[in-house]
């Protein structure tokens, strides 16, 4: 009986550090106008894989299991403000994404059909070079094809096929985007703003 109390304990105790982590990373962190400082923790402690030239800004909130937020962030991305990345199931964004502000991107839900409330989900995945509008929401188990527009205020429940543009609640497609994609996003503003040097190499 001592033995399990202590186990408890020490289970606790776990999951209360585990909480601190994500609490100081989500509401400290996030709030520091020192980019490297951020982009640290998130690939230190919260173990968010994030590649280069890629630029996250202040206020983002991320979440995940105790160990690490299943999150992956290529090369020459723009994550935006207040943007909510669901780590529980897993997220993982390919090369230079727009991710536009106050974007919600979940990769578990609850089935509002089971009696218990049960949660389910699955992986989002988003391609290179998408371009995800302000306030969209994207649901669990969605791939987003290569060179995709989520319009801006859009739900995103199903698949979107390379280089659609989809909008509306449920996202539908509403146009096609140009195939011949050559950018590489540079975006690296100053504090919490949109303002940067543009000439920067």
Same mark, same amino acid.
């Given at each position: 009986?001592?033995?399990?109390?202590?186990?408890?304990?020490?289970?606790?105790?776990?999951?209360?550090?585990?909480?601190?982590?994500?609490?100081?990373?989500? !509401?400290?962190?996030?709030?520091?106008?020192?980019?490297?400082?951020? &982009?640290?923790?998130? /690939?230190?402690?919260?173990?968010?894989?994030?590649?280069?030239?890629?630029? $996250? %800004?202040?206020?983002?909130?991320? *979440?995940?299991?105790?160990?690490?937020?299943?999150? *992956?962030?290529?090369? !020459?991305? $723009?994550?935006?403000?207040?943007?909510?990345?669901?780590?529980?199931?897993?997220?993982?964004?390919? !090369?230079?994404? !727009?991710? =536009?502000?106050?974007?919600?991107?979940? =990769?578990?839900? @609850?089935? @509002?059909? %089971?009696?218990?409330?049960? &949660?389910?989900? =699955?992986?989002?995945?988003?391609?290179?070079?998408?371009?995800?509008?302000?306030?969209?929401?994207?649901?669990?188990?969605?791939?987003?094809?290569?060179?995709?527009?989520?319009?801006?205020?859009? $739900?995103? &429940? /199903?698949?979107?096929?390379?280089?659609?543009?989809?909008?509306?609640?449920? &996202?539908?497609?509403?146009?096609? /985007?140009?195939?011949?994609?050559?950018?590489? *996003?540079?975006?690296?503003?100053?504090?919490? =703003?949109?303002?940067?040097?543009?000439?920067?190499?």
């Amino acid at each position: 009986m001592k033995k399990l109390k202590v186990w408890l304990l020490h289970q606790r105790f776990f999951y209360v550090l585990m909480g601190l982590k994500y609490y100081v990373g989500n !509401n400290i962190v996030a709030r520091f106008p020192n980019e490297r400082l951020r &982009a640290m923790y998130l /690939r230190r402690v919260m173990k968010v894989a994030v590649g280069q030239d890629t630029h $996250v %800004s202040m206020r983002w909130f991320v *979440t995940g299991y105790p160990v690490r937020a299943n999150v *992956t962030i290529g090369n !020459n991305c $723009v994550i935006n403000r207040e943007v909510y990345l669901d780590g529980r199931v897993g997220v993982h964004i390919g !090369n230079n994404v !727009n991710v =536009s502000f106050q974007t919600c991107i979940l =990769s578990l839900h @609850h089935d @509002h059909n %089971s009696p218990d409330f049960i &949660a389910v989900g =699955s992986a989002v995945t988003i391609q290179d070079h998408v371009w995800i509008g302000a306030r969209a929401t994207i649901l669990p188990g969605v791939t987003v094809g290569e060179g995709a527009v989520i319009a801006a205020g859009a $739900v995103v &429940a /199903r698949d979107v096929p390379a280089y659609d543009v989809v909008g509306g609640v449920p &996202a539908k497609k509403i146009g096609e /985007r140009n195939r011949d994609i050559r950018y590489l *996003t540079k975006f690296s503003p100053y504090f919490d =703003s949109d303002i940067f040097d543009e000439t920067a190499g």
